[in-house]
């Protein structure tokens, strides 16, 4: 449970955790225009993987439930490239875990991939049917400006392709490209889109994060980091900060009395059922 915060910004870590005391925000509104990270409500709620404890992850039917029930305003999903240079939506450099298949994701081509079927978790709630995993653009083309997205580039070899894919569709400003790789965020910030980079809790004890404000957009950061990398990251000069991978009331609240500024998370829907709770000195500043 988290008592303090340090009094260094303290006004402002306050002024985050008021906005996120009910919850997620609820749907964006979608106008002329394609939606873009500018719509966002200070503290957004992502979808990881459409949401895979609610979900099948990375499935077109879960990330079309996620976006219908608007618990979430952007949506995750992860991305490899086929042997033709193809990019599909999924996690795992392998079949096995998510599929009744088995073999490398890369080995295939568009063609086999249409015969590819993901195999739901038995213990999702609700009654899900197997489907084939879709194509990046195929997902594009069904949520493209419509909601924010958020798309883990798993293989650095497809960051180009991608980079045209969204650029085709005017999306520059509506989808962040996520990577572990510093490297690989500097590319893509020289693409043109918008950088997500993502760091484990190991990592972020000798990060020195503010070494990346010039290029990148959004620090994704370990909820299970210790208090001190987590502030340090807030600390960074990079504007948002959004904590991973969130899956109970008590782990958001941590963050967002910590300072992060966005929750990612796995089960949007539980969360959005309990209103956030910030104990200790930011509790006494709003008035709690």
């Known amino acids: ?18 906005l996120a005391l009910a919850g997620p ?23 990881h ?3 895979a404890r609610e979900v099948p992850e990375n499935s077109m039917s879960g990330l ?36 009744f298949l088995g073999g490398e994701v890369r080995g295939l081509d568009a063609g086999e991939w249409r015969g590819v079927r993901l195999r739901p978790r038995d213990r999702l709630p609700g009654s ?9 653009a195929e997902v594009l083309d069904r949520f493209g400006g419509r909601t924010v997205l958020m798309l883990e580039a798993k293989d650095p070899r497809g960051v180009e392709r991608l980079a045209a894919l969204i650029r ?17 965020a500097r590319r893509v910030h020289r ?30 950061v370990d909820v299970k980091a210790r208090d001190a990398d987590l502030r340090r990251a807030v600390r960074s000069g990079i504007p948002r900060v959004w904590a991973h991978t969130v899956v109970t009331p008590s782990q958001r609240d ?9 929750i990612i998370t796995d089960a949007p829907g539980r969360l959005a059922r309990h209103p956030a709770r910030v104990p200790g000195r930011v509790s006494a500043v709003l008035g709690r």
């Open 25 to 47: 925000a609820g749907p964006l509104e979608w106008g002329d225009g394609p939606l873009t990270v500018d719509s966002l409500p200070r503290v957004p709620y992502v979808a």
């Open 64 to 99: 079309m439930a996620a976006f219908r029930r608007g618990t979430a305003q952007v949506l995750d999903f992860d991305t490899r490239v086929l042997r033709d240079g193809t990019p599909v939506v999924f996690h795992d450099a392998t079949l096995n875990r998510t599929t």
């Open 168 to 184: 085709a569709r005017g999306l520059t400003r509506s989808v962040f490209v996520n990577t572990n790789d510093p490297g690989v």
């Open 49 to 51: 993987r459409g949401g």
């Open 191 to 220: 693409l043109g889109l918008l950088t997500q980079l993502w760091r484990s809790a190991r990592q972020m004890r000798t990060d020195r994060p503010e070494r990346w404000r010039s290029y990148v957009d959004l620090l994704d």
């Open 254 to 262: 941590r963050a967002l009395a910590l300072g992060c500024n966005g």
């Open 1 to 18: 449970m988290v008592t303090s915060v340090a009094s260094t910004g303290l006004a402002a870590v306050a002024s985050v955790v008021a």
């Open 128 to 136: 899900w049917r197997s489907e084939r995993p879709p194509t990046v």
